[in-house]
């Protein structure tokens, strides 16, 4: 019970929070058809992170959210200058910048020796869940998933129309007065926020996956905006919950030491994916029939 307490309770909290807030987002991306940015935000806040834990020595969340934030609008700066100053094919721009920003953040990883044990390649990548511990006080970084969880369904839902407005129809949200940049601005932050949020201990993998698989899963069953919101967060949740619980039977059956939960969780979000698009097609196949 004291492992249950000290391990899995503020492990499954941080999932629960994370994976609903991502999944929200993850619906404006899907919207706005810029499902990409999910995979390429893993690029932006690796660099900014990493930078930030150089200059300051510190892993503190805020001091990260901080170092990827300024990563995040020198990319955009970055893609900005190639796009429309030196008429760079803006696809060719986007991949140039976020290319540069991980092979740059690897090397500092290499050249600094400055690396903490929660600021590593593996760790980035694959997320450091399983050694979250409650003790005297709950896990600081667990504090700062649920605050900002808490803060993007608040916003969310303050200006639900005019994001739903913006992602279906940029013109029209513009002649009903909407200040589309600042509301993109806006959505950008949060989405940035929730990654750094998480990204330091549940990893890249688990962070692309949250933002990308529940929001096409909802998609493809349902065309009702509401229904997709709560379909894929409930989608986020339960294979977060459920990949979490399962890493550790899967490696006492593969008789491997541990297997990373945040890998369990990517791979049954893909599972569940594949799944729900294969049943589709069988049965827009039997209504042709």
Same mark, same amino acid.
Request: hydrophobic content about 55%; charged content about 10%.
């Given at each position: ?12 909290? =941080?999932?629960?929070? #994370? ?9 404006? %991306? ?9 995979? *390429?935000?893993?690029?932006?806040? $690796?660099?900014?992170? &990493? ?5 300051? +020595? ?20 970055? @893609?900005? @200058? ?15 910048? $976020? *290319? ?50 808490? %803060?993007?369904?608040?916003?969310? =839902? ?31 932050? $949060?989405? #940035?926020?929730?990654?750094? +949020? ?10 692309? +996956? ?8 909802? #998609? ?15 989608? =986020?949740? &339960? #294979?977060?919950? &459920? ?25 049954? %979000? ?20």
């Amino acid at each position: 019970m004291d492992s249950f307490k000290s391990f899995d309770i503020p492990a499954l909290i =941080a999932l629960i929070f #994370c994976s609903s807030a991502s999944a929200l987002w993850g619906n404006v %991306l899907m919207w706005q058809k810029k499902s990409a940015f999910a995979s *390429s935000l893993s690029h932006i806040v $690796f660099l900014g992170t &990493v930078s930030a834990y150089i200059l300051t +020595s510190s892993t503190n969340d805020i001091i990260l959210a901080i170092g990827a934030i300024a990563s995040a609008l020198m990319a955009a700066l970055l @893609i900005h @200058i190639l796009n429309v100053k030196l008429k760079l094919e803006i696809n060719a721009s986007i991949g140039f910048v $976020f *290319s540069l920003m991980l092979a740059i953040a690897v090397i500092l990883l290499d050249i600094t020796g400055n690396i903490n044990s929660a600021i590593t390649p593996h760790n980035i990548i694959f997320g450091n869940i399983e050694n979250i511990i409650w003790n005297d006080r709950f896990p600081p970084e667990v504090w700062f998933i649920i605050i900002i969880s808490l %803060l993007s369904f608040i916003v969310f =839902a303050s200006l639900k129309k005019e994001i739903i407005s913006i992602s279906f129809d940029d013109a029209f949200a513009h002649s009903s007065g909407i200040k589309v940049n600042l509301l993109r601005n806006i959505i950008t932050f $949060f989405i #940035c926020l929730v990654a750094v +949020s998480a990204f330091k201990i549940m990893g890249a993998i688990v962070i692309v +996956s949250l933002l990308s698989a529940p929001a096409a899963i909802s #998609c493809f069953i349902s065309n009702n905006i509401r229904q997709q919101l709560h379909l894929s967060i409930l989608v =986020a949740v &339960v #294979c977060s919950v &459920v990949g979490y619980i399962i890493s550790s039977p899967l490696s006492i059956i593969y008789n491997y030491p541990s297997i990373n939960s945040g890998g369990a969780i990517a791979s049954l %979000l893909f599972f569940v994916l594949l799944t729900t698009i294969a049943i589709k097609t069988v049965l827009e196949n039997k209504r042709k029939i």
